[in-house]
């Protein structure tokens, strides 16, 4: 059975609520009965592309147990062609309906990207760049928007510029991902989680019904980094 992406993203915010407020029912849910239930096929019922920071595992921000999501991790939940190629598979194979570009506040990759706009290196990786290169667009958009600001300052709006750029890249960038979007009712949302909270904030592409139980993030400290 699928479910619809607002009944999604309200499992995700409930889910988000245990995870902040330390009431957490993931351990049960790994359980050794889901476990044999769940080795003759699954059925996640979210898509989340996150960012590989160790400080922000999709399945414990929102509460989930084994099953429950299908989670694409990459450093700065960049958009590249094999991160579309996933979601296209999960959201065809399974029929999930939510997809959820998940970012966080202090995000060492945009910092990265951030210096590398500043004071360009030519040490760097080429697969290190490929990254940087990828969230670039959005970082050089906000310096662009600030002038005369310093980068650190900058942090937060482009944290949440390089979200949004992935959730757009989502939403357009696939054939199959526009034709479900239009035809069976997948969501692409753009949400942030924050260090020093917890609290995941859906900030983008959420539908009206969907803000009423919104959380709302309070902004961290811009310094330091993830
Ligand atoms: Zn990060």
Sequence with gaps: MTISA??????????????VSGVRTGDALASQARRSDLAGGQQPFAIVLGCSDSRVPAEMVFDQGL??????RVAGNIVAPSQVGSVEFAAERFGTRLVVVLG????GAILA???ELGRPSEGRSPNLRSIVDRIRPSVEAVLAENPGHHP????????????????????????????LTRESGLLVTGAEYSLETGIVEFFDGVPEAGRRSGAVARRGSPTGQG
């Design 6 to 19: 607002q009944e999604s993203l309200e499992r995700l915010r409930e889910g988000n609520r245990r995870f």
């Design 67 to 72: 099953g429950d999501l299908f989670v694409i």
């Design 104 to 107: 966080h506040t202090q995000c």
């Design 113 to 115: 990207t951030l210096e």
């Design 152 to 179: 650190d300052d900058l942090m937060p709006q482009a944290v949440r510029a390089n979200i949004r750029a992935s959730a757009i890249h989502l939403r357009h960038g696939s054939e199959i991902l526009e034709r």
